[in-house]
């Protein structure tokens, strides 16, 4: 039986003028098979299988193909809505019907260069440095996201490229937007994709992003090995990254690149865009993005070990984050959750924050410090001895402030 994708393949490629040969020595598939797909006048369908299996699917599938390329549902989800609605059949008939819906879509993708709005965003990473910072020489990697339709660039840099570290960059990107498209198409690295097979289809995703999308309901494409150009938007952004933002530019900490980034994110997402003529804020009010605001946090844990400074903080993420003055010098574990962070010494959690955006920001809680200048004043400092020592005129300021 013939597949929808490799038919909008081999078309493609035709288009591009490849011969019967090459086509089969790029895919790995028989110059015969190649034929059949040329041949073949409209995309494959799974058809009946002769036993009248899928004839009880047929009242459904209009309803089942609005939820899927609408909202991406699970076909579990799908069951449950369509056996209320009297659907009587196996739950089989029903994800070979959604596997066609899904493969239909991950193919479009890849050749509409021009997306519509709220469609399509594009993602990467790119690698700058090594860049010496507060003495430590780093190597920094650049997030870029752009939106198909409006041009709207995000960027972010970060020491490492951990799957973790991308889900946390897509939220911020999220919220910088106002929201998300229903399709990101992302190049074949391996934070999304662990196996990349031939049809796309076949592949192996990350299941760390694949969970963090679906809670989205963002369906992910990927990259045709065949076809660079369909991720052009996103390569000729960071070609503009290195250019525009990077070359002859001083950073002084990873806080402050990304201060910077954010900057620069401003100014040319203000400015016309080259290609489409118009200014990208301007067409985002078009994008008909999924709205962030309203849509419950994606919860991914996230916990590391800090020290608590001597003057009362613990850092994350380049921002400080108060914590109750007695536990001041002693190691703590910092927790993200759910867009807040939480600090645990002993097993006890002792401060609570709701995250910070960007960097070089302080979350200070007043109530941490109560009681702090009274023991000073007493001279009971001594038992708090990691408690930096300050002069009194210093400590009547940390706590009134």
């Known amino acids: 039986m013939l597949e929808a994708e490799e038919w909008h393949l081999f078309k493609e490629m035709k288009e591009q003028g490849m011969s019967v040969s090459e086509m089969a020595r790029q895919t790995g598939v028989s110059r015969n098979t190649v ?11 799974y058809g009946s299988t002769g036993n009248g299996r899928l004839s009880i699917l047929e009242p459904y599938k209009p309803y089942i193909r609005e939820r899927i390329e609408g909202y991406n549902l699970s076909g579990v989800r799908i069951l449950e809505e369509i056996r209320a609605k009297g659907y009587a059949g196996e739950y089989t008939i029903l994800k070979d019907y959604c596997r066609t819906i899904r493969n239909d879509m991950r193919v479009k993708a890849v050749w509409r ?19 010496l910072i507060d003495g430590i020489l780093l190597r920094l990697y650049c997030f870029a996201m752009i939106l198909g339709y409006s041009r709207m660039r995000y960027i972010e840099f970060s020491t490492d490229m951990k799957t973790e570290t991308l889900i946390r960059q897509h939220t911020n990107a999220f919220r910088y937007f106002g929201g998300y498209t229903s399709a990101i198409l992302y190049d074949n690295m391996k934070q ?11 592949s192996t995703f990350n299941p760390l992003l694949m969970d963090f999308l679906e809670f ?13 150009q369909s991720k052009g938007k996103i390569e000729n952004t960071m070609k503009y990254v290195r250019g525009d933002f990077w070359s002859g530019r001083t950073f002084t900490s990873p806080a402050d690149v990304n201060g910077q980034a954010l900057q620069w994110c401003d100014r040319v997402n203000g ?8 200014i990208p804020f301007d067409r985002l009010k078009l994008e008909k993005l999924n709205p962030v605001q309203g ?36 190691e703590a574990s910092v927790t993200e959750l759910g867009g807040r962070l939480s600090v645990t010494v002993d097993g006890t959690v002792v401060a609570e924050h709701a995250m910070l955006q960007g960097g070089g920001r302080i979350s200070r809680q007043k109530e941490h410090f109560d009681g702090l200048l009274k023991t000073v004043r007493e001279g009971n400092l001594r038992q708090y001895a990691d408690v930096e020592k300050r002069n009194l005129a210093e400590y009547d300021t940390l706590a009134g402030e």
């Open 216 to 228: 989205h309901g963002i369906w992910p494409r990927l990259c045709h090995p065949y076809r660079p």
């Open 192 to 202: 999304v994709v662990l196996d990349r097979k031939a049809k796309a289809s076949d």
């Open 295 to 330: 849509h419950p946090p994606y919860a991914m844990k996230l916990t590391d070990t800090r020290k608590v400074s001597r003057d009362c903080y613990v850092s994350y993420l380049g921002n400080r984050y108060s914590v109750p003055w007695k536990h001041a010098g002693r």
């Open 35 to 45: 034929r059949k797909y040329l041949l073949s006048g409209e995309p494959p369908v």
């Open 271 to 278: 400015e016309v865009h080259r290609t489409t003529g118009e």
């Open 113 to 131: 260069f021009e997306t519509k709005p709220g469609e399509q965003a594009q993602v990467d990473y790119g690698t700058f440095g090594p860049i």
